[in-house]
């Protein structure tokens, strides 16, 4: 079914995608992932200075929701931006808090 020329599937995805963001830690995620860099569950808890669990819940609501992608490398998984065109949704809402 199309709305507008719009696919109600995708714009039901984008606005899962949205909800997920939707929140200042995840927001900071996806600013530290921006450039295609990879970063593990310890590096982005480090970065974000909050407990290594809370880091995780985070970062699987991300993945849930299609934000993010991981790979595992050894002992580690790196979690990357799935599109990174999203960084864009967090340079506009910067802006717009300006």
Same mark, same amino acid.
């Given at each position: 079914m199309k709305?507008?020329?719009l696919n109600i599937e995708h714009?039901?995805? @984008?606005?899962n &995608?949205?909800? *997920? +963001? @939707?929140?200042? &830690?995840?927001? *900071? +995620?996806i600013g530290?992932?921006?450039?295609?860099?990879?970063?593990?569950?310890?590096?982005?808890?480090?970065l974000l200075n909050?407990?290594?669990?809370?880091?995780?819940?985070?970062?699987?609501i991300l993945k849930d929701k299609g934000?993010?992608?991981s790979k595992r490398e050894g002992k580690n998984t790196f979690y990357f931006l799935r599109h990174n065109n999203l960084t864009?949704?967090?340079?506009?809402i910067n802006k717009c808090c300006d």
């Open positions: 709305l507008s020329g714009l039901e995805n @984008a606005a &995608m949205l909800k *997920a +963001i @939707a929140h200042p &830690m995840r927001i *900071a +995620i530290f992932l921006e450039g295609g860099k990879k970063l593990t569950v310890t590096q982005i808890h480090e909050i407990e290594q669990s809370t880091t995780s819940h985070h970062l699987g934000v993010l992608l864009q949704i967090v340079d506009c």
